[in-house]
């Protein structure tokens, strides 16, 4: 079964740095999105985007955060300058259409700003 | 998009039906239940998803009521790896509005 693939499995940077989470979606898939779970809490949606645009975005993805769909394959999201509350799961999850159809989310990325 | 209500936690012995339940009184004729489930800190997974009819897969069962305000999950034979948190989730589209709520944590018990 396809899957949803999410690279590194762990990432751990110093403050201030730039990270690239990297996603390769489900290859029919259509729209992407990036989620983030701070340990102990909910699954926080970030992001969705669809034909090379952002679709909606949370309070929380800020001007630090921005995603790209470099190629045909690829689907990333990139912190600026990380801080100590970025720490986090992040997920990437696609979906083959806008409605009616589930989201398929990665194992995740864990990222430890330290 | 409509809000959930599910119950904090529930156990279930291993073998049994577990029956997880959602309040979504709320719901628009246009919203979708969708169920996902989340072991320890992996992703989460898709269950199951209806609009109005009940639905069967290979992982389980969707009974979604005929005013639709409320729905059931049935694992119909749990096993210890479907210890997890289930959510349940009512939205229209993914475009990002729909938020994964605290769920109900299932223990299954042997």
């Known amino acids: 079964e396809p899957e949803v693939t999410q690279t590194p499995s762990h990432q751990v940077t110093q403050m201030g740095q730039e990270v690239i989470l990297r996603c390769v979606p489900i290859?029919?898939?259509?729209?992407f999105y990036w989620y983030r779970q701070i340990l102990g809490q909910k699954v926080e949606f970030l992001v969705s985007f669809y034909n090379n645009e952002i679709s909606e975005k949370s309070e929380i993805f800020d001007d630090q955060f921005s995603v790209e769909r470099p190629d045909g394959s690829n689907f990333t999201l990139k912190i600026r300058s990380t801080k100590l509350e970025d720490s986090a799961m992040y997920f990437c999850a696609s979906s083959e259409r806008l409605v009616g159809s589930p989201l398929h989310f990665g194992n995740g990325t864990r990222l430890t700003v330290t | 998009d409509a809000k959930t209500t599910q119950p904090t936690s529930m156990d279930c012995a291993e073998g049994r039906a577990a029956n997880l339940p959602c309040n979504h009184s709320?719901?628009?004729?246009?919203?979708?239940v969708y169920w996902y489930r989340q072991i320890h800190s992996q992703g989460p997974q898709y269950i199951i998803h209806?609009?109005?009819n009940n639905e069967t897969n290979e992982m389980a069962s969707l009974i979604i009521t005929e005013d639709r305000k409320s729905s059931t999950l049935i694992l119909p034979h749990a096993t210890l790896r479907d210890t997890a948190v289930y959510y349940c989730?009512?939205?229209?589209?993914?475009?990002?509005?729909?938020?994964f709520g605290d769920g109900t944590t299932l223990t299954v018990k042997p």
């Open positions: 290859s029919n898939h259509l729209y």
């Open positions: 209806g609009l109005k």
């Open positions: 989730i009512v939205n229209e589209n993914n475009a990002g509005k729909s938020t």
């Open positions: 709320t719901i628009s004729g246009n919203e979708y």
